[in-house]
Each structure stands twice: as C-alpha cells, then as structure tokens.
C-alpha cells in the first residue's frame, strides 16, 4: 500500500511539474531561493542574517507587516549589480527548472549610494540577466515590469515611470509594463493614478495590487476606474470586510484577469486556510485567474506546487488544469507572436503530459 501511495505522490509531482506553465506574478527579491541566499550572505559575513529572516517555512505565517520587513532585509542583501545579475540569472534557472515557459519578472529599480547602483544600472543588471538567460538557451521567456513602491510616494512613482517609458522604448519588448505595490497600508492609491495613467498612456502594461487588505473600497475603485491589465491578489474584491457586489461586476465586467498567489496569502495570513482562497470564487464563475506565487523565495513554494495545491483544494481535474495554465497565456503582457509561440509550445507538449 505504501508502495503504492508513493508511487501515486511522484506521479502527481511529475505532472505538475512537467506542465508547461505561465508565471505572472514574481517579485525578483522575495524570488531568492535559500541556495542564491547562502551565496549572498556569504558575500556579506558582517551581516548576522539567518534562514528564518528571509523565508518562511512549511505551516509558519507572518503577519503582512512582518513579510514587508523581511523585504527590507533580503534588499540588504542585494545591494550590487552584480548581487542583481546574480540573483536575476538564479530565479530564471529556477522558475525554467520547474516548469515555467514564460516569465514576467517585477521589481523595483534601487539606488545604493555605497555600491554606486543608480535605479538605471539596477534595471541593466535585471536585462543582462535575462540576456545571459537566453544566450544559455534556457527553455523559457522572460521579460520585466518595473515595480513602483508604495513606500516612495508619488515623486518616486512618477521618476519609476519615466525609467519604465525610457525602457520600453529602448528594449525590444522586454519591459512591457509597470507594477503597483509595496505595503497597502502605507500611501494612497490616489497619489498614484497620476503617474500611472501616464504609463498607461505611454503604452504600459498596468499591473496593479489591489484590495490585498479589508476595507479598501474606495482605493480599489479608483484602481480600478484606471482599467488595469491584470490586478495582484484582489483578496477582498469578494469579501464582506470591504468588498462589493459593484466591485466583483465592474472586474467580470471588464474581465480583468487576478493573479492569484495561495501560499503568499496563507503566510501572510490575508486568508485563513487553503479552501477559503478567492481562487474558489473566481474560478467558480469562470473569471480569467493565474496562478502565481508572488514570493517562492519568501514562502518557501514553486508554482508547480501552487497548482497541485490549487487543483486538490478545489477537487480540480488533470484537464482542468491544464486548461488553467494554457488559458493563463491569454493573459501575458507580451505580444500576439509570443501568445501563438507559446500556444504552439503547450500543444506540441500536451500529450506528452497529459499521459501521466
Ligand atoms: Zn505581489
């Protein structure tokens, strides 16, 4: 019985990991998995810097505030271009090795007066990793949004998208779009539409977290009123601590897809348990969801083990999830070509992967 019971486990894993998959949601620094960590933190002996500090392990939570402090400390670590580059080319060997095909990285560009890194020479360090990446030929595409924080304010947000419009002029459809986020409870949704639209005027993609905590109703309107492309976590667009029945129609009414991340929301404790996940609510009326893992560095997940978390919470079929992932490319920031490109891909795998 054992026997069996395990050779059932290992065919799940392999299923899971040999499906072809789509990431949309990951934050470079929360990305760092505890190998590249050890490398880091050997780089900077001075630093008294531990495990637990920067991941949070199987069945332990944070508060939220507690995770954004372990941002902080993990941003000691990468303070360099070549910290950057470094840990760039490790998270893409990574997300390739598990599976992912497709790639869309997010971070926000910093400035370190000790190291001489200026916002410019970060976001270089992020486009020669992805370069190197591809010159290894790794079976994966990436490509970048530029994150603003919450933390700098409206100034700040509006230097980040003149840098996001400065790239994605000069890149060939590298970096395709900006990303809202950072600590919800710090800052103003309204201090940041101004630079936003003008992003989104620029041609920008928009990616926006919203509605991570209760009670954020207005701010979420006014997200929203900005019609971005897709939307990071929503968690209480649905919920009766600040959600309404006006906000889930006007998302299903524009059909903006959420990138949904249940480990990251379990740890830092947003939803209580697995089987309470908005993912439930979405998927049930069939509203474009990604699944993603915001941080796999931090909480301690891949997303091949975020879909098999996904499919046995919700009693999912092996072409249920297929479909989930290859529906997941409609929703990517890159270009039609890349959409076929990588349609073709998932098609010529799909019987190989569905024999499991
Ligand atoms: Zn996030």
Redesign the pocket.
């Known amino acids: 019985m054992v026997e069996v019971e395990e050779q059932h486990q290992s065919w799940k894993t392999d299923f899971y990991l040999e499906l072809p998959k789509v990431e949309l949601?990951?934050?470079l620094n929360?990305s760092i998995s505890s190998n590249t960590m050890k490398k880091l933190i050997a780089k900077k002996p001075d630093f008294k810097i531990h495990d637990e500090m920067t991941m949070i392990e199987k069945g332990k939570k944070r508060t939220l505030e507690e995770c954004f402090q372990m941002f902080q400390i993990i941003h000691q670590l990468t303070t360099s271009p070549e910290d950057i580059l470094m840990i760039t080319k490790d998270v893409i060997k990574e997300f390739a090795d598990d599976g992912v095909k497709y790639l869309e990285l997010?971070s926000t560009p910093r400035r370190e007066n000790a190291t001489g890194m200026t916002k410019k020479s970060y976001v270089e360090s992020i486009l020669e990793g992805i370069k190197q990446a591809k010159q290894e030929n790794l079976d994966i595409d990436v490509r970048y949004l530029i994150a603003i924080d919450r933390r700098g304010g409206p100034s700040v947000a509006k230097e980040t998208v003149k840098l996001a419009e400065e790239f994605f002029l000069s890149t060939e459809d590298v970096v395709l779009g900006l990303?809202l986020?950072g600590d919800p409870t710090i800052g103003q949704a309204e201090d940041f539409l101004e630079p936003l639209l003008e992003a989104k005027n620029a041609g920008l993609k928009l990616a926006l977290?919203l509605s991570?905590i209760p009670n954020q109703g207005k701010e979420t309107q006014m997200l929203l009123d900005l019609l971005p492309d897709r939307i990071?976590?929503g968690t209480f667009l649905n919920s009766s601590e600040g959600g309404s029945l006006d906000l889930v129609d006007f998302v299903r009414q524009h059909r903006i897809p959420l990138?949904l991340?249940l480990t990251?929301n379990i740890k830092s404790q947003t939803v209580p348990s697995y089987d309470q996940h908005h993912f439930g609510f979405w998927y049930s009326i069939a509203h474009p969801s990604v699944i993603?893992t915001?941080?796999k560095g931090v909480f301690a997940t891949y997303l091949s083990q975020e879909y098999r978390l996904a499919a046995e919470t919700f009693n999912l079929t092996q072409s249920q999830v297929w479909d989930l992932s290859y529906e997941s490319i409609n929703y990517i920031f890159a270009s039609d070509s890349t959409r076929s490109e990588l349609r073709k891909k998932w098609n010529h795998l799909k019987p190989k992967v569905l024999q499991f």
């Open positions: 949601h990951a934050h929360g997010r990303d986020s977290h991570e990071g976590h990138e991340c990251s993603c915001d941080d």
